[in-house]
């Protein structure tokens, strides 16, 4: 039986991921549905700091800082097991916003929430920048391995790139070079990237080559 954090791992968030200004955001209400799916008693909580000003004390969900910008903390626990995450309050640009309102540190936590929640597993590959959790992305790669065939095709074009890079003559007879073989190029890459790389590598550094001589 799979644990719930491997289960949370290998969970596909994709659909349930908003994009704002780049970023990807989960949402934390569909998040937590899931959490609770896995563990029926976890529970979260906002951390709260205490604000003295002469002999009044008051906590407040959030801590000000020495700009006057805030940070907010979440800790989530799923099976008995803390995690936490801290996260700025933001703007829509993703700035730290100076002396924030109420409804700027609420959003604020409940998109701390949902990176807490990451840290548990589940849509954890988003922060990493990927776009597929880690067993779908394996099998993905697995789906696209190149036939023998096209393996050996795709070897004997990247030698003969490889060959043009050592006897190009000018930046300009490069890129046309370059952009005339994009096609097969692009299935170099995606079917052999390790190989990709070697090419892509020589061929910014014969441009650069270029680049220093007309200097």
């Not at 990807?24 to 003295?52: C, G, N, P, R, T």
């Not at 050592?166 to 190989?195: C, F, H, R, V």
Request: some cysteine; overall charge negative.
């Amino acid at each position: 039986m799979r644990s719930g954090v491997s289960n949370m791992l290998a969970l596909n968030v994709n659909d349930h991921v908003e994009k704002k200004n780049g970023l990807s955001y989960l949402s934390w209400a569909w998040a937590w549905a899931e959490v609770l799916k896995i563990d029926h008693q976890a529970w979260w909580e906002a951390h709260e700091w205490q604000i003295s000003s002469g002999d009044s004390h008051r906590m407040v969900p959030y801590m000000l800082l020495d700009d006057k910008t805030a940070m907010v903390r979440v800790d989530v626990y799923i099976n008995d097991i803390k995690r936490s995450c801290v996260l700025p309050v933001m703007d829509h640009r993703n700035k730290p916003i100076e002396n924030p309102n109420s409804f700027q540190v609420n959003t604020a936590i409940m998109r701390c929430l949902a990176k807490a929640i990451a840290m548990h597993g589940l849509g954890l590959y988003i922060y990493a920048g990927e776009d597929l959790p880690m067993e779908e992305e394996k099998e993905v790669k697995e789906e696209k391995k190149a036939p023998p065939q096209e393996v050996e095709n795709l070897t004997l074009f990247a030698e003969g790139l490889l060959n043009y890079l050592d006897i190009a003559k000018d930046e300009k007879g490069l890129k046309s070079y370059w952009k005339a073989n994009q096609t097969n190029i692009d299935k170099l890459k995606a079917n052999m990237p390790d190989l990709y790389e070697v090419v892509l590598n020589k061929f910014k550094e014969t441009k650069e080559s270029f680049t220093k001589e007309e200097a």
